[in-house]
């Protein structure tokens, strides 16, 4: 139930996957979550999808924080807001934000970045504010997941975090924009800028690299090439203005020599959208010397260090790093759901899978089997 203006917020309990261990399937607890504090808003979440980055972290053995309710890509109704909190009410439609946006930071305050100083990335799995945790079960702590944890009937986020969106937008759909599917229109419109007629290579055709071949398709590329080891994959990418597809594993010779030779020595722009720093190499070796730019959206599982030979630079080739696509999160990601909501950009098409809370482990279960692109979580009404 919403809370009013005159109730002040009281602490809730809630049903949470909660994630007790490296790789060990999710429990659906009752969890306690505190009430907003200054600056917070508390959200039901209505949908949340499950991001590749997710699911990377919970396999992770690298920071083991744990217990931890994790998910980040979602939508929801705020429910009551806390102390000082002005751009939010009970009832309004938002979507949760995993970097986040104080406006008034030197990176907020410049156009050429997204990387807030105040919100930004939270990697230790407590809240921004007072770097502590929201969500306990019997007395103890729960971790958060990048400061969002959206696998939970409600969660808080600060207010910074959070962007309201139009109440018209159906918010089963939108949550993709969250997270992967800004992030991949962003590489290719806000860091790439890709130019009209140019030739587009993208390694990983999951929803990031579709949603980065979707972005090169309305920018008018003249050659947009997938590289994938799943071959199912192509028929889909076809809809996003994929031209060709490449297995590497149906070549006889480094995939890059395939692609310099598709394109008459190298792709203008280049995408490593699987989360494989060798990758990042091969992608720089693929573009082609002078201009050739190669950016790179995947969050490594392993080896996170990038290892290239200095002539790749030398030759005047560009590596950029993208994080949310560039996007500016509260002030630019309206801007993409009104762009669905015109039927300017696509996201429908890579939902392939709509699941209830209950069958959450499901959705992990896909991801890690190659049989999904997005799956949504239904949270019960």
């Keep these: 139930m919403l809370s009013s203006h005159e109730d002040p917020p009281q602490v809730i309990t809630c049903k949470a996957a909660v994630a007790w261990g490296a ?3 999710l429990v659906i607890e009752e969890v306690e979550l505190s009430p907003p504090q200054p600056m917070e808003i508390r959200i039901k979440v209505i949908c949340t999808s499950l991001c590749r980055s997710d699911v990377t972290a919970w396999q992770s053995q690298v920071l ?3 217990p931890r309710v994790f998910g980040h890509e979602a939508s929801g109704i705020v429910e009551s807001v806390g102390e000082g909190v002005a751009e939010f009410q009970a009832g309004d439609h938002v979507l949760t934000l995993f970097t986040g946006e104080c406006m008034t930071c030197k990176h907020c305050r410049s156009s050429k970045s997204n990387m807030c ?3 930004g990335l939270e990697r230790r799995g407590v809240m921004h504010s007072d770097q502590k945790t929201r969500f306990s079960l019997k007395g103890n702590p729960i971790y958060h997941y990048c400061a969002v944890s959206s696998f939970s009937e409600y969660t808080i986020v600060h207010s910074g975090c959070a962007v309201k969106v139009r109440p018209e937008a159906p918010l089963e759909k939108i949550c993709l924009l969250s997270c992967g599917v800004a992030a991949g229109i962003g590489a290719a419109w806000k860091v790439a800028d890709i130019s009209e007629n140019s030739t587009v290579a993208i390694f990983g055709l999951g929803t990031v690299g579709l949603s980065v071949a979707q972005g090169a398709n309305l920018r008018g590329a003249a050659r947009i090439i997938g590289i994938d080891v799943d071959s199912r994959k192509f028929e889909t990418a076809k809809a996003f203005g994929i031209t060709d597809f490449v297995n590497p594993n149906d070549h006889g ?3 890059q020599q395939v692609i310099k030779r598709m394109t008459d020595g190298g792709a203008d722009y280049a995408f490593e959208c699987i989360g494989d720093t060798g990758m990042i190499t091969t992608a720089l070796q693929s573009c082609c010397d002078g201009w050739g730019l190669t950016v790179s959206l995947g969050v490594p599982k392993v080896k996170p260090e990038v290892s290239a030979h200095y002539a790749l630079f030398l030759s ?5 790093g993208s994080l949310f696509g560039g996007w500016k999160p509260k002030s630019e990601i309206p801007k993409l759901v009104d762009m669905y909501l015109n039927k300017e ?4 098409e ?4 709509n699941l209830t809370f209950a069958d959450i482990n499901m959705a992990f279960n896909l991801m890690n089997e190659g049989k999904c692109l997005r799956c949504v979580i239904h949270m019960p009404k």
Excluded: C, N, R, S
């Design 64 to 66: 083991p924080l744990f």
């Design 253 to 255: 010779e480094p995939v």
């Design 117 to 119: 100083q105040v919100l």
């Design 316 to 320: 005047g080739k560009t590596l950029k």
């Design 345 to 348: 950009i696509h996201i429908d």
């Design 23 to 25: 790789g060990q399937e």
């Design 350 to 353: 890579l939902i392939t899978h």
